[in-house]
């Protein structure tokens, strides 16, 4: 089992800066891809970035590319999700999410996944 928690979602104004962190326990986080998927009101949850388990690789949607970086501290357990010149339409709830398996990591491999943490950008 691995748990999963995130923090760091907040209301930012277009243009602002926001970094979101998630803290993993349980089962070797080093042992797992990670990733960052988000859900905006209406709409089906998709990727946002995902980083492979030494950090090597890392995958964005075309969306964020540019804007948002992945990165992750396997020694602190966490992974964190910066995110840069918000947009209106990043607001939703984002998910850290772990997988073990295929790379890159897709919505219907996850493993496990935390509860979420809201981001608001208002415009």
């Known amino acids: 089992q691995v748990q999963l928690v995130e923090s760091g979602g907040g209301l930012v104004q277009a243009g602002g800066s926001l970094r979101l962190s998630c803290a993993a326990s349980?089962?070797?986080?080093?042992?797992?891809?990670m990733g960052w998927f988000r859900q905006a009101p209406g709409k089906e949850r998709e990727s946002v970035a995902v980083i492979s388990r030494t950090g090597g690789m890392t995958y964005y949607a075309d969306s964020v590319k540019g804007r948002f970086t992945i990165s992750r501290d396997n020694a602190k357990n966490t992974v964190y999700l910066q995110m840069n010149s918000l947009k209106p339409e990043d607001t939703a709830v984002y998910y850290c999410?772990?997988?073990?398996?295929?790379?890159?990591?897709?919505?219907?491999?996850?493993?496990?996944w935390g509860k979420g943490t809201l981001v608001t950008v208002s415009s």
């Open positions: 349980g089962r070797t986080f080093s042992s797992y891809h």
């Open positions: 999410a772990a997988e073990d398996r295929a790379w890159p990591p897709k919505l219907n491999g996850i493993d496990y």
